[in-house]
C-alpha cells in the first residue's frame, strides 16, 4: 500500500509541476514543434492538443515532454 501511495504522490507532483512541454503538431509530411514555456501538463493540453482538417489537409497536436 505505501508503493501505491508514493506512486500517486510522485504522479501528480510530475502533472502539477511547471515545466516546458513542446507542442508537436502533424500536417501531411510536415512537422511542426513550438515550446509551451512554464505550464502544467493540464494547461499545455489545452493550448496544444487539436486535430482537424485545413483546406482537405489534416492536422493533429500533441504536447510531449520538452527535450
Not at 511542426?32 to 489537409?57: F, H, M, P, R
Amino acid at each position: 500500500m505505501k508503493k501505491v501511495l508514493i506512486l500517486v504522490v510522485v504522479g501528480g507532483f510530475l502533472v502539477s509541476c511547471k515545466k516546458d512541454w513542446a507542442c508537436e503538431c502533424e500536417a501531411g509530411s510536415l512537422t511542426y514543434t513550438e515550446t509551451i514555456e512554464n505550464k502544467t501538463l493540464k494547461e499545455a493540453q489545452e493550448q496544444c492538443d487539436d486535430s482537424g482538417s485545413v483546406l482537405g489537409v489534416d492536422y493533429s497536436c500533441e504536447v510531449n515532454v520538452f527535450e
